[in-house]
């Protein structure tokens, strides 16, 4: 089992920041594959970006490539979302997940534990 708790959301202007962070605790986090999702209302989750358990290899959906980095503390079981000049279209919920295996993988089936999700809306 794995327990995830995601924070930082909130409302924020086009061009703004935000960091969202996930504390994960109940299994060894430094050995887990994490990845960020988000859901818009009436669209289906989409990947956002994945990070191996060593910070080695990071991915990012096109469409926040150049604009979000996620980065990870295994010392304090977190995962990081910068998300940088953002974009009405950046609106959803976002939730971090927890991937068994080895690799950062693009579809939301791969990963086995999930948070409840933050809300972060750009809008002015």
């Known amino acids: 089992q794995a327990q995830l708790v995601e924070s930082g959301g909130g409302l924020v202007q086009p061009g703004g920041s935000l960091r969202l962070s996930c504390t994960a605790s109940?299994?060894?986090?430094?050995?887990?594959?994490m990845g960020w999702f988000r859901q818009a209302p009436g669209k289906e989750r989409e990947f956002v970006g994945g990070?191996?358990?060593?910070?080695?290899?990071?991915y990012y959906a096109d469409s926040v490539k150049g604009r979000f980095t996620i980065s990870r503390d295994n010392t304090k079981n977190k995962v990081y979302l910068q998300m940088n000049s953002l974009k009405p279209e950046d609106t959803a919920v976002y939730y971090c997940?927890?991937?068994?295996?080895?690799?950062?993988?693009?579809?939301?089936?791969?990963?086995?534990?999930w948070g409840q999700g933050t809300q972060v809306t750009v809008s002015s």
């Open positions: 990070i191996s358990w060593s910070s080695s290899n990071n």
């Open positions: 997940a927890v991937r068994l295996g080895a690799s950062v993988e693009y579809n939301s089936n791969a990963y086995s534990y």
């Open positions: 109940g299994r060894t986090f430094r050995t887990l594959t």
